[in-house]
């Protein structure tokens, strides 16, 4: 079982930047992703990173507003999240593959986080 911690959610206001921590214990993964469900929609993908460092966008999602790093010494992933909307409001799920499968794809990825929630205010 991959153990990870998600950080960084909140209240901000519109236009507002934050960013999203997903600390795990894994050492050998294929990649990791961030994905985001608001009440009543589904879950809809927000941007991946591989363990080589190659990042992928949700253009809908991520919009340019968004950043996908990773520090692998501190085997931690960062969300960058810049000019926040009120349509940015979910709750935010970091989620570990140790498989390969296409990056944004919900179903490449077997270990979820509890996630954290990100509320954007007008």
């Known amino acids: 079982q991959v153990q990870k911690v998600e950080s960084g959610g909140g209240l901000v206001q519109a236009g507002a930047s934050m960013r999203l921590s997903c600390t795990f214990s894994v050492r050998t993964f294929s990649s990791v992703g961030w994905f985001r469900q608001a009440p009543g929609k589904e879950r809809e993908s927000v941007a991946a990173i591989t363990w080589s460092g190659g990042v992928w966008y949700n253009s809908d999602s991520a919009k340019g507003r968004f950043t996908i790093s990773m520090d692998s010494a501190k085997n931690t992933v960062y969300l960058q999240m810049n000019n926040l909307k009120p349509e940015d409001t979910a709750n935010y799920y970091c989620?570990?593959?140790?498989?390969?499968?296409?990056?944004?794809?919900?179903?490449?990825?077997?270990?979820w986080g509890q996630g954290t929630q990100v509320t954007v205010s007008s």
């Open positions: 989620a570990i593959a140790l498989g390969e499968g296409p990056l944004l794809d919900p179903r490449t990825y077997n270990n």
